[in-house]
């Protein structure tokens, strides 16, 4: 098992840059998979953002390619997200996800799945004036 706690959201004028982190306690935190999820104000559904497995494969969200990076860093149990060139419609809470290697959501492709995440955290607001 393993709990998740993300920071470094705020407020940001357009233009401009966040890193989000997501620190997670728990043991083998290298062989989870991780993804960033974000849920816009009035939306009920969670967007898939980016997603990085145990073994360093990356996806990203069309929306997001270009602007975002995903990186883990074992040694200290956290995930990274650097959001640049943040636009108004990136503003949401973002969420930061965890799947273990034994699970099928990263090899069957499936990583941009917000169900199929067992363990999140209580997520981080970004908001991004124009």
């Known amino acids: 098992q393993v709990q998740l706690a993300e920071s470094g959201g705020g407020l940001v004028q357009a233009g401009g840059s966040l890193r989000l982190s997501c620190a997670a306690s728990?043991?083998?935190?290298?062989?989870?998979?991780m993804g960033w999820f974000r849920q816009a104000p009035g939306k009920e559904l969670r967007e898939f953002v980016a997603?990085?497995?145990?073994?360093?494969?990356?996806y990203y969200a069309d929306s997001v390619k270009g602007r975002f990076t995903i990186s883990r860093d074992n040694a200290k149990n956290t995930v990274y997200l650097q959001m640049n060139s943040l636009r108004p419609e990136d503003t949401a809470v973002y969420y930061c996800?965890?799947?273990?290697?034994?699970?099928?959501?990263?090899?069957?492709?499936?990583?941009?799945?917000?169900?199929?995440?067992?363990?999140w955290g209580q997520g981080t607001q970004v908001t991004v004036s124009s």
């Open positions: 996800a965890a799947e273990p290697k034994s699970s099928s959501t990263f090899s069957s492709g499936r990583y941009y799945s917000p169900n199929l995440y067992d363990y």
């Open positions: 997603a990085i497995s145990w073994s360093g494969s990356i």
């Open positions: 728990g043991r083998s935190f290298s062989s989870y998979g």
